[in-house]
């Protein structure tokens, strides 16, 4: 072998390390390395998903050039034209319209957390703006917002290590075998050592296959259900009473909340046991230790928010955090979406999660970047196609390292939306769907093409290295966004990933201390940081400090609120988006493997319970139409007896079988997160 180039898995928040195997200048394979999460295992993307590096063009073509639309077509042009040109149409909007009229992404994939720094600030201090965001607003955007009023930071308490050891594991809406598999294997390694396993999901995963018990609950029925285990735990005195009184606020209003969803009323509204959900809180209460891992089963409602703040409250009642193999995970699913999160690729935070409303904080970053700084909170992601066509607000978009028109809710009315647009950036590796509708396009290196850092889901910094040279004339997304900054008027000049990293960790105290070097010699580094001499911190809260501005645990009470839109004559039937183990997000890596591409294809398949399938006429493996409000697509009906009656499932990877054309916009009030996870749809067999 001529070269092992040790790196970081860009197919999940898991965060495994491994060995890019280097043959010629090409990558010829991947090998586990000892990181501290995947301790020498990968799951099959892990090993496998190397392989769009060597650009097969099994679904889409690896970007080669800079292109610009000229008369209707993209055209390939130098850097000089196609920087020139962004530069110039920014600028030009800017003047007309104001800096607000942009709107940027930040990207959670493959660019790592340098770029995403870059780019925030380049939407900041040279745009004008803080219409920064990215793809944490369609999945963990409610985590960011609940666990941070509940507890004070936004992310997983503890570390995916401990997953394994801890006494009982709650898994509420989280399916580790699909999503993360080395998590998945914690979870079974944690059920062989002993653990009480208890699985909240309306359908029979392979977590709940193998749970001690399973609540097999309703679509849209999270709230009552959290509502009726907070019940149980106060009506039964089960709550640690000293633990409350000394580290918890809220109590009074979070009991008058939670007194009528008593178990039976939680019954009739979940479908879950009421002897069950009284079973499952005891042995919670009682375990010494017990930790709560959620996914995107609790997020991606438009009542999200709440439910994360009521799984938080039933750690609270309960005193189980400050201590190894206890907490809260809300476990990350695109591989550095907790990066873009860290270094403020959102509305309403800098680098570090310090407001852009804190005058002091803004004072800050103000001096560091030499110029004055917006002070109001920018707009969020899924609000953009409605403040461009029914607002007229937004006027360009920058979309860095994503695919809004596959990822999204409701892709026709987002064509519509960027096609209204004066100016499209896309900045990618692949020919997407959204860069059909770009008028620049903006080649960049990929994951295995440049260096840079990484945060894994629970808090951990690693460094991604370069193994390859790019193909054709592409760079790294850092030094892009420098470039277009240069030429609007505000000199960027990086020379490389880790002058930037040194310039965020100055900036940023929850980091300070995370240097590269520190990175080389520990394997990597779990924030909070402070110092060069502090080693990290693998799980928060010691001492029971909760990072509120009160210091304490916020209990909250919430109202159960059904779903928006419910089935009826027409559409008689609920979808529910979710993944497939050996593909990712959009499918531009992993559907251009030549391993993981043969695992399935398109068309996508939507998952129907054996009932519906009879009452409809539809056998496995047929091709259906499925219809929604907003359209319709075909699919390949997959007949599981997992599934519910009523409830159909769709992964949005596919291009043909696109469940986005389906999904409803309905977003959370506070995070603005879309109801993927529910919408009404009917399905005729072609
Ligand atoms: Fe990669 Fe996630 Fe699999 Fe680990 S679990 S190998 S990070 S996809």
């Known amino acids: 072998?001529?070269?092992?180039?040790?790196?970081?898995?860009?197919?999940?928040?898991?965060?495994?390390?491994?060995?890019?195997?280097?043959?010629?200048?090409?990558?010829?394979?991947?090998?586990?390395?000892?990181?501290?999460?995947?301790?020498?295992?990968?799951?099959?993307?892990?090993?496998?998903?190397?392989?769009?590096?060597?650009?097969?063009?099994?679904?889409?073509?690896?970007?080669?050039?800079?292109?610009?639309?000229?008369?209707?077509?993209?055209?390939?042009?130098?850097?000089?034209?196609?920087?020139?040109?962004?530069?110039?149409?920014?600028?030009?909007?800017?003047?007309?319209?104001?800096?607000?009229?942009?709107?940027?992404?930040?990207?959670?994939?493959?660019?790592?957390?340098?770029?995403?720094?870059?780019?925030?600030?380049?939407?900041?201090?040279?745009?004008?703006?803080?219409?920064?965001?990215?793809?944490?607003?369609?999945?963990?955007?409610?985590?960011?917002?609940?666990?941070?009023?509940?507890?004070?930071?936004?992310?997983?308490?503890?570390?995916?290590?401990?997953?394994?050891?801890?006494?009982?594991?709650?898994?509420?809406?989280?399916?580790?075998?699909?999503?993360?598999?080395?998590?998945?294997?914690?979870?079974?390694?944690?059920?062989?050592?002993?653990?009480?396993?208890?699985?909240?999901?309306?359908?029979?995963?392979?977590?709940?296959?193998?749970?001690?018990?399973?609540?097999?609950?309703?679509?849209?029925?999270?709230?009552?259900?959290?509502?009726?285990?907070?019940?149980?735990?106060?009506?039964?005195?089960?709550?640690?009473?000293?633990?409350?009184?000394?580290?918890?606020?809220?109590?009074?209003?979070?009991?008058?909340?939670?007194?009528?969803?008593?178990?039976?009323?939680?019954?009739?509204?979940?479908?879950?046991?009421?002897?069950?959900?009284?079973?499952?809180?005891?042995?919670?209460?009682?375990?010494?230790?017990?930790?709560?891992?959620?996914?995107?089963?609790?997020?991606?409602?438009?009542?999200?928010?709440?439910?994360?703040?009521?799984?938080?409250?039933?750690?609270?009642?309960?005193?189980?955090?400050?201590?190894?193999?206890?907490?809260?995970?809300?476990?990350?699913?695109?591989?550095?979406?907790?990066?873009?999160?860290?270094?403020?690729?959102?509305?309403?935070?800098?680098?570090?999660?310090?407001s852009v409303e804190d005058a002091k904080i803004r004072k800050k970053f103000e001096k560091a970047w030499g110029t004055s700084l917006p002070d109001k909170t920018g707009y969020r992601l899924t609000e953009v196609p409605h403040l461009i066509l029914k607002e007229n607000k937004i006027k360009a978009y920058y979309i860095f390292g994503e695919d809004p028109v596959q990822s999204d809710p409701n892709a026709a009315e987002l064509r519509e939306a960027l096609d209204q647009l004066e100016l499209v950036i896309v900045q990618d590796i692949f020919m997407n769907k959204t860069a059909l509708h770009a008028d620049v396009i903006l080649p960049a290196t990929s994951w295995g093409e440049h260096d840079g850092v990484y945060s894994s889901a629970d808090r951990g910094f690693q460094r991604i290295r370069k193994a390859i040279d790019p193909p054709g004339d592409v760079k790294p997304d850092w030094q892009i966004i420098s470039e277009v900054s240069t030429a609007m008027g505000y000199p960027m000049a990086y020379k490389n990933s880790e002058e930037i990293w040194d310039e965020m960790r100055k900036l940023c105290p929850s980091f300070a201390g995370a240097s590269y070097s520190k990175m080389e010699a520990l394997g990597g580094v779990q924030w909070p940081c402070p110092s060069e001499d502090h080693p990290g911190t693998p799980y928060l809260y010691q001492g029971n400090r909760f990072t509120t501005p009160s210091g304490k645990g916020q209990l909250f009470a919430c109202e159960w609120r059904a779903p928006l839109e419910q089935p009826d004559a027409e559409y008689p039937l609920t979808l529910s988006t979710v993944r497939e183990v050996g593909h990712y997000s959009v499918r531009t890596m992993t559907g251009n493997c030549r391993a993981l591409s043969q695992l399935s294809d398109e068309p996508g398949n939507i998952q129907i319970s054996l009932e519906d399938a009879a009452e409809h006429g539809i056998a496995d493996g047929q091709l259906v139409q499925v219809y929604s409000r907003r359209g319709h697509i075909m699919a390949r009906a997959q007949v599981s007896g997992r599934i519910k009656k009523g409830a159909t499932y769709m992964t949005y990877h596919f291009w043909i079988g696109a469940c986005n054309e389906l999904t409803v916009d309905y977003l959370d009030p506070v995070s603005k997160t879309p109801e993927f996870k529910y919408c009404a749809v009917r399905i005729e067999a072609i």
């Open 1 to 354: 072998m001529e070269n092992k180039v040790l790196t970081v898995c860009p197919y999940c928040g898991s965060g495994c390390q491994l060995y890019l195997l280097v043959e010629n200048g090409q990558v010829v394979g991947a090998e586990p390395a000892d990181g501290r999460t995947n301790e020498g295992n990968l799951c099959l993307k892990g090993h496998y998903g190397w392989d769009f590096l060597n650009d097969p063009q099994l679904l889409t073509s690896r970007l080669r050039k800079p292109m610009i639309r000229k008369e209707g077509v993209l055209q390939e042009v130098s850097w000089e034209e196609a920087i020139g040109f962004t530069a110039e149409k920014l600028n030009a909007i800017k003047e007309k319209y104001g800096p607000d009229a942009i709107m940027g992404t930040g990207s959670a994939r493959g660019p790592g957390n340098e770029a995403n720094y870059v780019m925030q600030k380049f939407m900041r201090a040279v745009i004008g703006t803080n219409n920064i965001d990215h793809c944490a607003r369609v999945c963990h955007g409610p985590s960011v917002a609940g666990l941070t009023y509940s507890l004070g930071d936004g992310a997983m308490s503890n570390s995916i290590p401990e997953i394994e050891n801890t006494d009982l594991l709650l898994i509420f809406g989280y399916n580790a075998a699909v999503t993360h598999p080395i998590v998945a294997r914690r979870i079974v390694k944690a059920k062989q050592k002993g653990a009480v396993l208890i699985v909240a999901d309306p359908r029979k995963t392979e977590s709940a296959r193998i749970a001690d018990t399973w609540l097999p609950l309703k679509g849209g029925t999270n709230m009552a259900l959290v509502n009726a285990f907070g019940h149980v735990l106060i009506e039964e005195e089960l709550y640690d009473k000293d633990y409350v009184s000394n580290f918890v606020q809220g109590f009074d209003e979070y009991k008058a909340n939670v007194e009528k969803y008593t178990p039976e009323y939680a019954e009739r509204i979940t479908g879950v046991r009421a002897a069950d959900i009284r079973k499952v809180m005891r042995q919670y209460a009682k375990s010494d230790k017990a930790m709560i891992l959620y996914g995107m089963g609790v997020c991606q409602f438009a009542q999200a928010v709440d439910v994360v703040k009521g799984l938080a409250s039933l750690a609270l009642l309960t005193g189980h955090f400050g201590r190894e193999n206890v907490g809260i995970g809300p476990v990350r699913g695109q591989n550095n979406v907790q990066g873009s999160c860290d270094m403020g690729a959102l509305p309403n935070v800098y680098p570090g999660y310090q």
